[in-house]
């Protein structure tokens, strides 16, 4: 979620080792809730095995001025675990999160 209308958008991702997979500029995007929808490629186009992958996200304004971005990601539920007598979901069956990082279930 953008606090204001971003100029520049730059997204990295990165595979299970640190290693960066993507890294790609994107539109302006306006205030609010924006999506990207990673197609699993490499940047240079070649498929990427399944993998835990990360992803950072770097924003600024018309001005360059840095944007703090809060970014979310989403998934299906598989299942369900309990750690320590806390519960956290399993999404898509190799990602865990606990229940208060929950923002909206669709």
Do not use: C, H
Request: charged share 20%.
């Amino acid at each position: 979620e953008l606090p204001q209308d971003a100029a520049n958008l730059k997204i990295t991702i990165y595979d299970g080792t640190g290693k960066q997979v993507l890294s790609k500029d994107l539109d302006a995007r306006s205030q609010g809730m924006n999506s990207f929808v990673w197609d699993g490629k490499d940047s240079l186009g070649n498929p990427l095995p399944d993998d835990l992958y990360d992803f950072d996200i770097q924003a600024s304004n018309v001005s360059g001025v840095p944007i703090t971005v809060q970014a979310s990601t989403s998934g299906i539920v598989t299942g369900i675990t309990f750690n320590d007598g806390l519960a956290s979901l399993v999404l898509d069956g190799n990602r865990s999160i606990n229940l208060n990082e929950i923002q909206t279930i669709q």
